[in-house]
């Protein structure tokens, strides 16, 4: 379940299969986290986006540092 990457890295494209199967790795590591964390009430969004990071972050790569995004004055 390779994505593909265009040369600017904007756009990467997943097939709906390989969608799915992200989704359910990202509720499972955010429940995880959940349960790591106490199963406490109110940070649902936090554990989920982390999750989500952590999980597309193995596919997608490392993000450009800061540095890199900057567009630099003519």
Same mark, same amino acid.
């Given at each position: 379940m390779k994505p593909s990457?265009?040369?600017?890295?904007?756009?990467?494209s997943f097939h709906e299969g390989d969608l799915l199967r992200l989704e359910i790795q990202i509720a499972k590591r955010a429940d995880m986290l959940w349960q790591m964390a106490g199963q406490g009430r109110g940070s649902d969004l936090i554990h989920w986006l982390q999750?989500?990071? =952590?999980? $597309?972050?193995?596919?997608?790569?490392?993000?450009?540092?800061? =540095?890199? $995004?900057a567009v630099a004055d003519p």
């Open positions: 990457k265009n040369i600017s890295q904007t756009q990467v999750a989500e990071n =952590e999980v $597309l972050g193995r596919y997608l790569g490392p993000e450009p540092p800061v =540095e890199a $995004l």
